[in-house]
């Protein structure tokens, strides 16, 4: 079956068919899955287990590395991470490691089938701001370990970029949910609808008796194009589609509020994972055209090359080797200029023609990548960003910025990177706030203080 296929099956594996999967796994000795998994998930572990029927301790095993398996399942690289990795892929019989994952999950949400640890004592208290894949990580993770967190989001809903940013065509809202509620259960609180830096700063924060704060607030502004006409009316960024759709689908605002609507002509300018999403959900409000441009060719193109083939199946048109150079329109846009670019040396970058021509467009979508913005750090003394207004963080302990106590990861650190990444980077800061906190408790144990 392929990942399209996958995408496409709602109910996943039956009971049966998830076992029968889970024996064809080899039990490599040296597992190159868990090698090609950034969280190092146990894969080969909870396989195992999930092999014998033992969906309990299958859950369990992946609950020590991961916090949001469900996700994982869905959203995964995984071509390119653990599934890619496995020796049977060569063959074409690789392990479907992300449906079994996915399965394993989502048998756990419905019965509650995974004990949750005992938290014998209260660490520290941590706060943490923004509730995507970092927040939720490092929130997990130190509960787990015996801390008080609570996250505070602006946003209505927890869930960050996996509840506004990714479509629930790809990741059901449901499935989000029920991951948080899990979370949830170990302790951790929820505040939603408070913007940090504006009716909150860092400041107020800590001086509710807060050990750490984590910041984990991803890109939040997106990066626009600097070319004319880019300020027309029908020019808009590929996130705001998807939040806008996102709370449109939830009931938040009316579906007459989503910019891209029945009849419209659409190009998308980025070839990324959010450009497809953007490019399948303009398909899905039943626009007339979608058209993908990019300056790379098809082969080159940032994307999944199954996320590619997916919106060509559901009628997405690809437009490669093309560098738009002006947005046509006097107050809407009508149209993308483009300069074709030709590969003139094989194995080398494609150059410009000098040829231009005009891809008709009624709707413009820009999905190029996204920043940091800096609105926390607006508010606070003492952090420190770099020339790409990425939060400055250090090694030792890890994930702290320049001022004391207070943390970042993921996205906001260190720039756009898939989920499983920004995890990873969390379950580092996690490890880097408890040592601090900890230091800090024998420090004033011992009647000292550590220096502003």
């Known amino acids: 079956m392929s990942e399209r296929e996958i995408e496409y099956d709602p109910t996943g594996f039956t009971l049966k068919e998830a076992i029968s999967e889970a024996k064809r796994c080899l039990n490599c000795v040296k597992p190159a899955c868990r090698k090609g998994c950034p969280i190092e998930n146990e894969i080969p572990a909870f396989i195992r287990e999930l092999a014998t029927g033992n969906l309990g301790q299958a859950s369990a095993v992946i609950a020590r590395r991961s916090n949001l398996p469900a996700v994982c399942g869905r959203v995964c690289p995984r071509e390119r991470q653990c599934e890619g990795a496995c020796v049977l892929t060569e063959q074409g019989k690789g392990i479907k490691i992300g449906k079994l994952e996915r399965f394993i999950a989502d048998m756990d949400g419905e019965l509650e089938i ?61 499935v989000v949910r029920r991951e948080i509620h899990k979370i949830e259960k170990l302790g951790v609180q929820f505040k939603t609808n408070i913007m940090i830096g504006e009716a909150l700063t860092l400041d107020d924060i800590f001086k509710e008796g807060f050990d750490a704060i984590f910041i984990g607030t991803g890109n939040a502004m997106a990066k626009t194009l600097n070319i004319e006409g880019q300020h027309l009316t029908g020019v808009l960024q590929a996130t705001y589609l998807l939040q806008m759709v996102s ?6 605002v009316d579906k007459d509020e989503i910019p891209v609507q029945e009849g419209d002509h659409v190009v998308i300018i980025g070839a990324g994972n959010t450009a497809m999403d953007a490019a399948r959900t303009a398909k899905r409000q039943h626009a007339a055209t979608v058209t993908v441009v990019c300056r790379d060719a098809e082969g080159k193109m940032a994307a999944l090359p199954s996320e590619i083939q997916v919106a060509k199946d559901e009628g997405v048109n690809f437009i490669p080797l093309r560098n738009p150079c002006q947005l046509m329109g006097d107050t809407c846009v009508t149209g993308v200029e483009c300069e074709i670019r030709a590969i003139k040396v094989p194995g080398e970058k494609p150059e410009g023609t000098g040829v231009k021509e005009i891809i008709p467009a ?46 970042s990861g993921g996205d906001v650190a260190h720039g756009a990177a898939t989920v499983v990444i920004a995890m990873k980077d969390a379950k580092k800061v996690a490890m880097g706030i408890e040592q601090y906190v900890e230091a800090k408790k024998l420090m004033e144990e011992c009647g000292l203080r550590m220096k502003d």
């Open 247 to 252: 709370l449109a689908n939830q009931g938040s």
């Open 362 to 407: 009624n709707k413009v979508i820009i999905a190029i990548g996204q920043k940091p913005a800096r609105r926390i750090i607006g508010t606070t003394k003492g952090i420190e960003v770099d020339p790409g207004g990425c939060v400055v963080t250090q090694d030792r302990p890890y994930g702290m910025t320049t001022r004391r106590g207070v943390f």
């Open 114 to 174: 995974t004990p949750l640890p005992k938290l014998w004592d209260e660490k520290g208290r941590v706060a943490v701001i923004g509730s995507g894949p970092a927040g939720l990580t490092v929130a997990g993770d130190l509960a787990k370990d015996g801390f008080r967190v609570r996250v505070f989001d602006a946003q209505a809903e927890p869930g960050g970029v996996l509840m506004y940013g990714i479509p629930a065509f790809r990741l059901p809202k449901d």
